[in-house]
């Protein structure tokens, strides 16, 4: 595996440092999940973690920025955003429907309790963080 640079934005971390705990912790794992895939992908050799619309974002030059979050106003769910008018979404609820919760086309949504499936997930992931070099293949070349 190569060195990733990552550009962090520091107001990211005091978005991390206002959720609940129990949050944080989820949330930081979908961030590590992020970060360890970007690694895995030989075309990218930086990422830049920074806020959009409040919520930590990811974005690299080759693909559509993925944001994580959680709401107050849904306690007990946290998401994985990806943009709305992207193939991302409905293409991971052709191949994932079984496994994955969706909401509308732009997010993969999970319960407090649920165990993620990594595997699937950074498949995810790395269709989202390669968009623009996948986005005319099959299924996004999932």
Known sequence: MKNLQIKTNPEVESVFNNYPEIVCNKILHLQKL???????????????????????????????????????????????????????????????????????????????????PETELKNCIRAGLTYHKVKHLPMLGL
């Open 34 to 116: 992020i970060i360890e895939t970007a690694n895995e992908i030989e075309e990218i050799t930086d990422i830049e973690e920074t806020l959009k619309w409040g919520e930590p974002s990811y974005l690299t030059k080759i693909g559509s920025t993925i944001r994580i979050d959680w709401k107050e106003n849904k306690p007990n769910q946290y998401a994985m955003y990806f943009k709305c008018t992207s193939k991302l979404v409905p293409s991971f609820k052709m191949i994932y429907n079984d496994l994955f919760e969706f909401e509308g086309t732009r997010a993969i949504v999970f319960q407090m309790n649920d165990k993620i």
